[in-house]
């Protein structure tokens, strides 16, 4: 249970944090959604979705949850991180870039890799490089 537990905790993070949720974190809701339609059907039905409620719900009620369910989070957990591990690779790796050449963009719904697109071709290798590897 306590990795059950853990992986509630980086998707409710992830859940709610502000602003319009990406493709990926859409995937990873319906991925919950899907893997936990029963217990949501039968415990949080009358929960009011958005800003964690649903997985707080959940949560409340993890000793009940079905193999299918504890998969289905422990999945969108596993996806999260590894979206998040790239995310880092790629900030590491493209920091002097995004200072060279996006410090004036507002963070957020993809602006940052859209102005590395567009300077794309002055970028450096090593962002360039990981832009690559994180594509893959």
Same mark, same amino acid.
């Given at each position: 249970?306590?990795?059950?537990?853990?992986?509630?905790?980086?998707?409710?993070?992830?859940?709610?944090?502000?602003?319009?949720?990406?493709?990926?974190?859409?995937?990873?809701?319906?991925?919950?959604?899907?893997?936990?339609?029963?217990?949501?059907?039968?415990?949080?039905?009358?929960?009011?979705?958005?800003?964690?409620?649903?997985?707080?719900?959940?949560?409340?009620?993890?000793?009940?949850?079905?193999?299918?369910? @504890?998969y289905?989070?422990?999945?969108?957990?596993? @996806?999260?991180?590894?979206?998040?591990?790239?995310?880092?690779?790629?900030?590491?790796?493209?920091?002097?870039?995004?200072?060279?050449?996006?410090?004036?963009?507002?963070?957020?719904?993809?602006?940052?890799?859209?102005?590395?697109?567009?300077?794309?071709?002055?970028?450096?290798?090593?962002?360039?490089?990981?832009?690559k590897?994180v594509?893959?």
């Amino acid at each position: 249970m306590r990795t059950l537990v853990t992986c509630m905790i980086i998707l409710g993070c992830i859940m709610l944090v502000g602003g319009p949720a990406s493709a990926a974190e859409k995937g990873l809701v319906e991925i919950v959604a899907d893997g936990c339609k029963a217990e949501i059907e039968t415990y949080c039905k009358d929960v009011t979705p958005g800003e964690g409620r649903v997985l707080a719900c959940l949560f409340a009620r993890e000793d009940k949850l079905s193999m299918r369910c @504890q998969y289905a989070l422990y999945d969108a957990a596993a @996806q999260l991180e590894q979206a998040v591990v790239a995310l880092t690779y790629l900030a590491n790796e493209c920091r002097d870039d995004l200072k060279a050449f996006c410090s004036g963009v507002k963070p957020g719904e993809g602006r940052l890799i859209d102005c590395i697109e567009k300077n794309k071709e002055k970028i450096s290798d090593r962002c360039r490089h990981a832009i690559k590897d994180v594509s893959k």
